[in-house]
């Protein structure tokens, strides 16, 4: 089973940057769609980006122009670059499988506010 550790987030200000990481441990990571997701306090899960085992990506319309979704296969991690940051991006952000999931890892929260 593959173990996920996300990091990276944080305070910031409405406008700021914040890169979150995620560490996947096992070899499989290279071969598998992977995406990042958030859930907010009182909604569901959503699903912000994903990007593919060759590196083609796709982001929800709310993060378009916003958000880059990376990987680097050599050390098993993914990364968000979240950049002009609103305080409706506030949530708990978690990586996993784009299709199926493994176990969900603590996810890393994100909070935007003056």
């Known amino acids: 089973q593959v173990q996920l550790v996300e990091s990276g987030g944080g305070l910031v200000q409405p406008g700021g940057s914040l890169r979150l990481s995620c560490a996947a441990s096992?070899?499989?990571?290279?071969?598998?769609?992977m995406g990042w997701y958030r859930q907010a306090p009182g909604k569901q899960r959503e699903l912000v980006a994903s990007?593919?085992?060759?590196?083609?990506?796709n982001y929800v319309d709310s993060v378009k122009g916003r958000f880059t979704i990376s990987r680097d296969n050599n050390k098993n991690t993914l990364y968000l670059q979240m950049n002009s940051l609103k305080p409706e991006d506030t949530a708990v952000y978690y990586c996993?499988?784009?299709?199926?999931?493994?176990?969900w890892g603590q996810g890393t929260q994100v909070t935007v506010s003056s």
């Open positions: 996993n499988k784009h299709i199926g999931n493994w176990i």
């Open positions: 990007i593919s085992s060759s590196g083609s990506t």
């Open positions: 096992g070899s499989i990571f290279r071969f598998t769609a």
